[in-house]
C-alpha cells in the first residue's frame, strides 16, 4: 500500500469511527478493556451478559492482547483481548440523559412521568422525550426510539427535551381548579357527578402539581386522587340581551314551564318573576354546562338555569266575544261562561281567558284550565252561534231528549225530521251558550236545535232478521221516521228468518202547523207549565194543568189549558 493510499484509508477510517453524525448528536469509537476472552467482543461491548461491563456500544473490533492478533466481533478468543466499541449518538442539544428505565416503559412514557394508562409516576425531571439507547442486553449499546419498550433486562437511558407545558386555557375558556384528579375534566367542567361550580365544556386542562406539574391533559382522562388538575372549561352562552337568568329549576320542569311558572299538571306555581322561555343551560350532570331546548325538562337532579324574556301583553277577547270576570279559579272558563255549575251571569261559549291574579297573572288561560282558588280568571264568551246555512231551529225540546233524538223525533213526534247540526239553551242560567247534539242537560233547561232536512234513504244498519221479522222489520224502519214500508227477506230451510230487514223510503215528513189561538177562561190558564205534547189528529199540541187534564175530542177539536209563550 503506497503512502497516499493509506492516509487516505486512514482518513476514512478516522471519519468513520470516530465522528458519525446524527442530528446535532455524535457517536464516538471507544476501547473498553476488561474482556478476559470469555465473551465475544459483540456481547462486551454490548454488556450482553453483565451490567458490570461499563459503557455500552457496539462492536468495531477486537485485539488480543500481548499478540496484537485481530479477531472478529463475534468471537470468544478465551485469552484476554482488548474490545473496540463505537457508542450510540447521545442526546441532542438542549435534551438531557435521564437513566433508570429498566426496559418496561417506553422512553416516552419515563421522560414525561406517565406510566402505561396514563398514570403519573415519580421518576424524576420532568421532559419530554427526543430519543433514547439501549444500556445493557442483546441490543445494549444501540439507539432506540421513544416508543420502544424492549422489556425488563433491557435497560434504557432516554434523551428527554424540556416538557411542554400548557400555556393556559384557549380564548373564551377559563381555569377551573379543585379537581383532586379523580374526575375527568370533561365531567368536572360540567359537574357530572357534583356541585364544583360554574358548569361548561371541557376544552383541556394541566397537572396542577405531582411529578407532572405544569403538563396538558386531555378532558377525558382521570389520573387518580393526588393528581391534581386545573380544568380548561368553555361556558355556554349566557341569556340573550333583555332576558334573566332564573335559577332553582331542579330539572323537573322545563324552562318553557319555569319562565311562565306553569306547573306539569298545567295549573300556576309560584317560581319567581314571570317571564317568557328564550333558552337556558344544564348546571349538572351528563348535559352540564351545555345549552337546553326550552321544551325539555332532563330530569330531576340535572339543574337547569333558564333564561327568560320579558311576559308577553296579556291577551285581549276576540272579535265579538265579552270579557266575564269573577272566576275565582276553581271553575273552567268553559263552565263559567255556559253557567255549567251555578248562575254566574250572562252566559256565552268560551273561546279563551287570561289570569287576572297569581303568579301567572296576565298569562293566557285555556278554557278547560282549572288554575284553583286565588288564581282569578277573566274569560273570554261568545254567543252561541246562529243555525248554519240550511238547517232550521226546532223549538220545544226540554232538556230531557238531546238535539240529536229531537231532531230526529226519536222518542215523540216533535214536528219536522232533520239531522242535528248543533243548538243553543233557550232558557234558564244557561240561556245563550252551545248545546253538543248528544248532550242531555236534563228537565228545565231548554233548548233550540238546529237540524238539517234528513236525507231520504234506505237503513244505515239494519239489524238481521230473528224472530217476529216483520215485525221488528217495523219497528226498525218506524225508528228512523223517513221510513214507512218494510220487508225481512228469508233464507234456508224450514223459512227461517236470516236475512235482513229492508226499509222503504216513506212520504216526506209534513209541515207541522202551530197550534191555533185557543181562548180559555182565565181559571184555566197555566203559566210557566211545561208543555205535556199530547197527539191529536190535528197535530196539536196541548198542556196539562194541575185542575185541568188535556183531552181530545172526536171532532179533532182540542181541549186543554192555555199556557203562556
Given at each position: 500500500?503506497?503512502?497516499?493510499?493509506?492516509?487516505?484509508?486512514?482518513?476514512?477510517?478516522?471519519?468513520?469511527?470516530?465522528?458519525?453524525?446524527?442530528?446535532?448528536?455524535?457517536?464516538?469509537?471507544f476501547d473498553k478493556p476488561g474482556n478476559?476472552?470469555?465473551?465475544?467482543?459483540?456481547?462486551?461491548?454490548?454488556?450482553?451478559?453483565?451490567?458490570?461491563?461499563?459503557?455500552?456500544?457496539?462492536?468495531?473490533?477486537?485485539?488480543?492482547?500481548?499478540?496484537?492478533?485481530?479477531?472478529?466481533?463475534?468471537?470468544?478468543?478465551?485469552?484476554?483481548?482488548?474490545?473496540?466499541?463505537?457508542?450510540p449518538p447521545g442526546p441532542p442539544p438542549?435534551?438531557?440523559?435521564?437513566?433508570?428505565?429498566?426496559?418496561?416503559?417506553?422512553?416516552?412514557?419515563?421522560?414525561?412521568?406517565?406510566?402505561?394508562?396514563?398514570?403519573?409516576?415519580?421518576?424524576?425531571?420532568?421532559?419530554?422525550?427526543?430519543?433514547?439507547?439501549?444500556?445493557?442486553?442483546?441490543?445494549?449499546?444501540?439507539?432506540?426510539?421513544?416508543?420502544?419498550?424492549?422489556?425488563?433486562?433491557?435497560?434504557?437511558?432516554?434523551?428527554?427535551?424540556?416538557?411542554?407545558?400548557?400555556?393556559?386555557?384557549?380564548?373564551?375558556?377559563?381555569?377551573?381548579?379543585?379537581?383532586?384528579?379523580?374526575?375527568?375534566?370533561?365531567?368536572?367542567?360540567?359537574?357530572?357527578?357534583?356541585?364544583?361550580?360554574?358548569?361548561?365544556?371541557?376544552?383541556?386542562?394541566?397537572?396542577?402539581?405531582?411529578?407532572?406539574?405544569?403538563?396538558?391533559?386531555?378532558?377525558?382522562?382521570?389520573?387518580?386522587?393526588?393528581?391534581?388538575?386545573?380544568?380548561?372549561?368553555?361556558?355556554?352562552?349566557?341569556?340573550?340581551?333583555?332576558?334573566?337568568?332564573?335559577?332553582?329549576?331542579?330539572?323537573?320542569?322545563?324552562?318553557?314551564?319555569?319562565?311562565?311558572?306553569?306547573?306539569?299538571?298545567?295549573?300556576?306555581?309560584?317560581?319567581?318573576?314571570?317571564?317568557?322561555?328564550?333558552?337556558?343551560?344544564?348546571?349538572?350532570?351528563?348535559?352540564?354546562?351545555?345549552?337546553?331546548?326550552?321544551?325539555?325538562?332532563?330530569?330531576?337532579?340535572?339543574?337547569?338555569?333558564?333564561?327568560?324574556?320579558?311576559?308577553?301583553?296579556?291577551?285581549?277577547?276576540?272579535?265579538?266575544?265579552?270579557?266575564?270576570?269573577?272566576?275565582?279559579?276553581?271553575?273552567?272558563?268553559?263552565?263559567?261562561?255556559?253557567?255549567?255549575?251555578?248562575?254566574?251571569?250572562?252566559?256565552?261559549?268560551?273561546?279563551?281567558?287570561?289570569?287576572?291574579?297569581?303568579?301567572?297573572?296576565?298569562?293566557?288561560?285555556?278554557?278547560?284550565?282549572?288554575?284553583?282558588?286565588?288564581?282569578?280568571?277573566?274569560?273570554?264568551?261568545?254567543?252561541?252561534?246562529?243555525?248554519?246555512?240550511?238547517?232550521?231551529?226546532?223549538?220545544?225540546?226540554?232538556?230531557?231528549?238531546?238535539?240529536?233524538?229531537?231532531?230526529?223525533?226519536?222518542?215523540?213526534?216533535?214536528?219536522?225530521?232533520?239531522?242535528?247540526?248543533?243548538?243553543?239553551?233557550?232558557?234558564?242560567?244557561?240561556?245563550?251558550?252551545?248545546?253538543?247534539?248528544?248532550?242531555?242537560?236534563?228537565?228545565?233547561?231548554?233548548?233550540?236545535?238546529?237540524?238539517?232536512?234528513?236525507?231520504?234513504?234506505?237503513?244505515?244498519?239494519?239489524?238481521?232478521?230473528?224472530?217476529?221479522?216483520?215485525?221488528?222489520?217495523?219497528?226498525?224502519?218506524?225508528?228512523?221516521?223517513?221510513?214507512?214500508?218494510?220487508?225481512?227477506?228469508?233464507?234456508?230451510?224450514?223459512?227461517?228468518?236470516?236475512?235482513?230487514?229492508?226499509?222503504?223510503?216513506?212520504?216526506?215528513?209534513?209541515?207541522?202547523?202551530?197550534?191555533?189561538?185557543?181562548?180559555r177562561p182565565p181559571h184555566l190558564q197555566?203559566?210557566?207549565?211545561?208543555?205535556?205534547?199530547?197527539?191529536?189528529?190535528?197535530?196539536?199540541?196541548?198542556?196539562?194543568?194541575?185542575?185541568?187534564?188535556?183531552?181530545?175530542?172526536?171532532?179533532?177539536?182540542?181541549?186543554?189549558?192555555?199556557?203562556?209563550?
Amino acid at each position: 500500500m503506497s503512502q497516499t493510499t493509506a492516509s487516505i484509508y486512514f482518513g476514512i477510517l478516522l471519519l468513520v469511527t470516530t465522528l458519525v453524525v446524527s442530528g446535532t448528536a455524535f457517536a464516538e469509537d471507544f476501547d473498553k478493556p476488561g474482556n478476559n476472552g470469555s465473551a465475544s467482543c459483540s456481547r462486551f461491548c454490548s454488556n450482553d451478559g453483565s451490567r458490570g461491563w461499563g459503557r455500552a456500544g457496539t462492536c468495531v473490533s477486537g485485539t488480543v492482547i500481548g499478540t496484537g492478533a485481530s479477531v472478529g466481533c463475534g468471537i470468544a478468543p478465551g485469552s484476554p483481548v482488548m474490545c473496540r466499541c463505537s457508542a450510540p449518538p447521545g442526546p441532542p442539544p438542549g435534551a438531557f440523559e435521564k437513566g433508570g428505565n429498566n426496559g418496561s416503559a417506553t422512553c416516552t412514557e419515563y421522560c414525561s412521568n406517565r406510566s402505561r394508562g396514563g398514570v403519573p409516576t415519580n421518576w424524576g425531571p420532568l421532559g419530554t422525550c427526543v430519543g433514547g439507547r439501549v444500556e445493557y442486553g442483546p441490543r445494549g449499546g444501540t439507539a432506540i426510539g421513544c416508543e420502544d419498550a424492549p422489556g425488563v433486562g433491557n435497560d434504557l437511558t432516554c434523551y428527554c427535551a424540556p416538557p411542554n407545558l400548557s400555556s393556559g386555557p384557549p380564548a373564551g375558556a377559563v381555569e377551573k381548579g379543585g379537581n383532586n384528579g379523580t374526575a375527568t375534566c370533561a365531567n368536572y367542567c360540567r359537574n357530572n357527578g357534583g356541585p364544583w361550580g360554574p358548569a361548561g365544556t371541557c376544552v383541556g386542562g394541566r397537572y396542577s402539581d405531582g411529578p407532572m406539574n405544569g403538563t396538558p391533559i386531555s378532558c377525558d382522562v382521570a389520573p387518580g386522587l393526588g393528581n391534581h388538575l386545573v380544568c380548561y372549561c368553555r361556558p355556554p352562552p349566557g341569556p340573550p340581551p333583555g332576558a334573566f337568568e332564573k335559577g332553582g329549576n331542579n330539572g323537573t320542569a322545563s324552562c318553557a314551564q319555569y319562565c311562565s311558572n306553569t306547573g306539569n299538571d298545567g295549573r300556576p306555581v309560584n317560581w319567581g318573576r314571570l317571564g317568557t322561555c328564550v333558552g337556558g343551560r344544564s348546571e349538572n350532570g351528563p348535559g352540564g354546562g351545555s345549552e337546553i331546548a326550552c321544551n325539555n325538562a332532563p330530569g330531576l337532579g340535572n339543574d337547569l338555569i333558564c333564561y327568560c324574556g320579558p311576559p308577553g301583553p296579556p291577551p285581549e277577547p276576540p272579535q265579538g266575544a265579552f270579557v266575564k270576570a269573577g272566576n275565582n279559579g276553581t271553575a273552567s272558563c268553559a263552565n263559567y261562561c255556559s253557567n255549567n255549575g251555578a248562575d254566574w251571569g250572562r252566559s256565552g261559549d268560551c273561546v279563551g281567558g287570561r289570569l287576572a291574579a297569581g303568579p301567572r297573572a296576565g298569562a293566557g288561560a285555556e278554557c278547560n284550565l282549572v288554575p284553583g282558588m286565588g288564581n282569578d280568571l277573566e274569560c273570554f264568551c261568545r254567543p252561541a252561534a246562529e243555525p248554519p246555512q240550511g238547517s232550521f231551529v226546532k223549538d220545544g225540546d226540554n232538556g230531557t231528549a238531546s238535539c240529536a233524538d229531537y231532531c230526529m223525533n226519536r222518542g215523540g213526534n216533535w214536528g219536522s225530521t232533520g239531522v242535528c247540526v248543533g243548538g243553543r239553551f233557550s232558557g234558564g242560567r244557561r240561556r245563550g251558550a252551545s248545546v253538543a247534539c248528544d248532550q242531555v242537560p236534563g228537565a228545565g233547561n231548554p233548548m233550540q236545535c238546529y237540524c238539517e232536512p234528513a236525507p231520504m234513504h234506505s237503513c244505515a244498519t239494519p239489524p238481521s232478521c230473528t224472530t217476529s221479522a216483520s215485525s221488528m222489520c217495523s219497528v226498525t224502519c218506524r225508528a228512523d221516521r223517513e221510513h214507512a214500508n218494510c220487508t225481512c227477506t228469508y233464507s234456508g230451510p224450514y223459512r227461517i228468518p236470516s236475512g235482513e230487514c229492508r226499509c222503504e223510503p216513506g212520504p216526506p215528513p209534513q209541515p207541522v202547523d202551530p197550534p191555533p189561538a185557543i181562548s180559555r177562561p182565565p181559571h184555566l190558564q197555566c203559566s210557566g207549565v211545561t208543555p205535556n205534547l199530547v197527539r191529536c189528529p190535528r197535530d196539536q199540541r196541548c198542556c196539562r194543568c194541575p185542575q185541568v187534564v188535556a183531552s181530545c175530542t172526536s171532532d179533532g177539536m182540542v181541549m186543554c189549558g192555555w199556557c203562556h209563550p
